[in-house]
C-alpha cells in the first residue's frame, strides 16, 4: 500500500516515489509507492497536479517540459490504493521508474481552508447547541454540512458564525496526532471514528476540537481565513447548512455586492435600501396590474356592446367577425365573454396577430353550431391547433397571412348554419 505523504504533513507539496503499477485504457493512471496527493474521501475534494519521470526532469529544466503527466483526477481504489488519473497515456514509464510529484498548491490551500473551517464550525454548532454533523460535502464553489437537528434559527446561524471566526482570529494551533482506539476513549472526540483501522489520526484543533480525520488541514486556525455562512435548508435529517472561507468567501462577497450594486442602480437606490426599493415596486405592479385588469373588463365591454349595435341579426343570430392587432388570447376570451352574455343571438370568430396569433371562437348558450369543430377546422388550414366546447374554443397558429381567408370560410360556414 502506497505510504500516503500528506496523512502528516499537510503543506507537502512537493515529493519524489517510484512507480508501482501502471494502468492503461481509456483513463491512463498510475500508482505509485509513496504519494502527497489527496484522493476524493471524507467530503473532501482530490487533489490535481503533475507526475514527472525523475531522469527526463533532470534533462529539461523547462518547467513547462512535455515529459510532465498532468494528473486529473485522484481517487481511491476498492483495495485502497490511491490511483493518480492522468490527462494523457503513459509513455516511456514502467514499474520501478523514479518520478516527482508535484501538486496543485492554490487548489489544495483553498481545500485545506475549507476543510479545517468545516472542523471548526462542526465544533461550535456542537459547543453551542449541541447539533452535531452528520455529513459534510465539498464542491467547487462551497461546501455544506448537514446538523442533525429538528430546528435552526438565524440567530443560531450567527452566533455559530462568530464563534467560528473567533476560533480562527485566535490562530489557535491545528496538530495531527496519532492514537490507538484505547487511547482514544478518555480523550473526548467530537463523533464516534468510523469502525477500520486500530490507529486513528486526529485533528486538533487546539482547546476546541478532536476528531479522528483523513483529511488535509491548517496548521493554525489563522491560516482558514474568514468563515461565511451562507444559504440553511432543511433536509431529510435535519438541517444543511453551506459555508465559505478563506480566498471563497472573500470571492462570495465580492460577487453579492457586485450583484447588489448592480440590483441598486436600477433603483437609482443605495444597496441597503433595495429590500424596500423592491417591495414598493412589487407592491406597484401589483396595484398597476389590478387596474389593467378592470381597464381591460370595462374595455371589453364596451367593445362587445358597440359590436352588438353594429351587427344586423339574420336567421335569429348576430354574426361578430373581429381581427384585433396587440390584443392578446385573455382579451380575445374576455371580449367573447361579454358578447355571449349581453346577447343570446352571438356567435363571434375572433382573431389576433400578435403577441401571439390566436382564435376564440364562441356563442351564446343554445346558438346550434359547433364551435370547437369549426375551429378545429379553420385553425386547421392556418397549420395551427386548438379545441374547447361546443360553445368556446380557441386554437394558436403561425400563418398570419392566410388569417382573412380563413375567416371568411368560417363565417360562410356559419351563414350556411353548419
Ligand atoms: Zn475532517
Known amino acids: 500500500m502506497a505510504d500516503r505523504l500528506y496523512y502528516r ?44 519521470p525523475v531522469e527526463s526532469r533532470s534533462k529539461s529544466l523547462d518547467p513547462s ?9 485522484v481517487a481511491e481504489a476498492e483495495n485502497g490504493e490511491v490511483v493518480h488519473y492522468l490527462e494523457a497515456p503513459v509513455k ?18 483553498g481545500h485545506m481552508r475549507q476543510h479545517s473551517a468545516q472542523h471548526v464550525l462542526s465544533a461550535a454548532f456542537v ?10 460535502h465539498m464542491a467547487d464553489a462551497y461546501c455544506s454540512i448537514d446538523l442533525d437537528t429538528s430546528s435552526l434559527s438565524t440567530e443560531q446561524v450567527e452566533a455559530a458564525e462568530r464563534t467560528a471566526n473567533d476560533i480562527v482570529l485566535e490562530n489557535r494551533s491545528v496538530d495531527i496526532r496519532f492514537v490507538t482506539r484505547e487511547e482514544a476513549v478518555p480523550l473526548g472526540l467530537r ?43 432543511k433536509v431529510r435529517q435535519g438541517y444543511r ?11 462570495a462577497a465580492r460577487c453579492d455586492f457586485v450583484t447588489l450594486t448592480e440590483t441598486a442602480s436600477l433603483f437609482s437606490a443605495g444597496i441597503y435600501d433595495v429590500p424596500r426599493q423592491a417591495r414598493k415596486a412589487l407592491d406597484e405592479i401589483k396595484s398597476l396590474l389590478k387596474q389593467y385588469e378592470q381597464t381591460q373588463e370595462e374595455l371589453a365591454a364596451a367593445q362587445a356592446a358597440a359590436f352588438l349595435a353594429e ?16 390584443r392578446d388570447l385573455n382579451f380575445l376570451k374576455l371580449l367573447a365573454q361579454k358578447l355571449t352574455r349581453q346577447s343570446t343571438q352571438v356567435i363571434a370568430l375572433l382573431a389576433t ?11 351564446s348558450n343554445g346558438q346550434p353550431h359547433d364551435m370547437r369543430n369549426l375551429l378545429k377546422e379553420t385553425v386547421a388550414r392556418l397549420g395551427g391547433r386548438g379545441g374547447g366546447t361546443k360553445d368556446l374554443a380557441q386554437g394558436g397558429f403561425a400563418d398570419v397571412a392566410g388569417l382573412a381567408a380563413a375567416l371568411e370560410f368560417a363565417a360562410e360556414k356559419v351563414r350556411q348554419g353548419d
Request: one cysteine or more; hydrophobic letters at 40%; a negative charge.
Open 9 to 52: 504533513d499537510s503543506f507537502l507539496y512537493n515529493f519524489d516515489a517510484e512507480v508501482r503499477s501502471i494502468m492503461e485504457g481509456p483513463r491512463p493512471a498510475l500508482v505509485l509507492d509513496r504519494t502527497a496527493f489527496y484522493p476524493a474521501s471524507g467530503g473532501q475534494l482530490y487533489d490535481i497536479g503533475w507526475i514527472e
Open 65 to 73: 517540459s512535455k515529459t510532465k503527466l498532468r494528473v486529473l483526477e
Open 92 to 109: 516511456d514509464l514502467v514499474a520501478g521508474t523514479h518520478v516527482h510529484g508535484e501538486i496543485d498548491v492554490a487548489r489544495r490551500r
Open 127 to 136: 459547543r453551542l447547541f449541541n447539533m452535531p454533523t452528520v455529513s459534510f
Open 191 to 233: 463523533k464516534p471514528p468510523a469502525a477500520g483501522r486500530d490507529e486513528l489520526r486526529l485533528i486538533d484543533i487546539h482547546d476546541f476540537d478532536l476528531t479522528a480525520c483523513g483529511g488535509t488541514h491548517v496548521n493554525q486556525t489563522g491560516q482558514i481565513g474568514a468563515i461565511l455562512l451562507r444559504k440553511t435548508e
Open 241 to 251: 447548512v453551506e459555508f465559505v472561507a478563506g480566498e471563497r468567501a472573500l470571492a
Open 311 to 326: 351587427s344586423p341579426e339574420t336567421d335569429g343570430h348576430k354574426l361578430i367577425v373581429q381581427t384585433f392587432s396587440n
Open 353 to 363: 396577430g400578435s403577441p401571439q396569433p390566436v382564435l376564440v371562437f364562441a356563442q
